[in-house]
């Protein structure tokens, strides 16, 4: 039998969870926004220098950088979104239910950004954007580190492989970002006929730990 005082307990602890998952939320993003604004500035560089010299072995190696740094952004900016939506996934389905059936304040934000039609479509939107900003520059140095001019003396493994870098940066950017507009489109749709969100767990145990 649980005692009140374990009660209240549980319920601190699960407000503790919580605050501990919704800053390292927070600063996955700022660290995710540092990924993007080093490599949008890291690709503006490279191609102010690579127009500086009209040699084309030249130009191959500068903006064959860009294929380097794009698969970076890719990957990195993947790892964020994926810890951030397992962090927001752990608020909002284990610490959220857990305290409203303890009959406690539970945190909204989680809950409402993820309800709310108009929270979804800006979501949608700054995936759009994080998509372009990886995508772009990547499609301009396949082109620039693929023109004739360029590759007529300067076609070395060290430009295919920055070409093949490009290509999986892209693809490591698009695939994600189209399963994730599925679901966040589907979720939209079907939100308000799911009621198992408001039920409680069988469980009376406390969430702990972090999210996967």
């Avoid at 964020?80 to 304040?105: M, P, Q, T, W, Y």
Wanted: glycine residues 6%.
């Amino acid at each position: 039998m649980n005692m009140p005082g374990d009660s209240t307990k549980g319920v601190e602890t699960a407000r503790g969870n919580y605050q501990a998952a919704r800053e390292e939320i927070l600063e996955r993003i700022r660290q995710r926004e540092r990924v993007l604004e080093f490599y949008v500035g890291g690709s503006a560089a490279i191609l102010a220098f690579g127009f500086t010299n009209d040699a084309p072995s030249y130009k191959s190696l500068v903006f064959g950088l860009i294929g380097y740094l794009s698969l970076a952004a890719a990957i990195l900016v993947s790892q964020h979104n994926v810890a951030i939506e397992s962090l927001a996934a752990f608020c909002r389905e284990k610490v959220h239910r857990f305290l409203k059936c303890k009959g406690a304040d539970a945190p909204q934000w989680d809950v409402y950004t993820q309800e709310d039609p108009r929270e979804i479509s800006k979501t949608i939107i700054r995936m759009i954007a994080t998509a372009l900003i990886i995508v772009g520059p990547a499609i301009i140095g396949l082109f620039l580190v693929n023109l004739p001019a360029t590759v007529a003396e300067a076609r070395t493994s060290y430009v295919i492989a920055s070409d093949v870098c490009m290509v999986v940066g892209g693809l490591w950017t698009i695939v994600p970002f189209l399963l994730r507009l599925r679901r966040l489109l589907t979720k939209r749709h079907c939100r308000a006929s799911d009621t198992s969100q408001d039920s409680c767990p069988t469980s009376s145990s406390t969430p702990t730990g972090s999210a996967p």
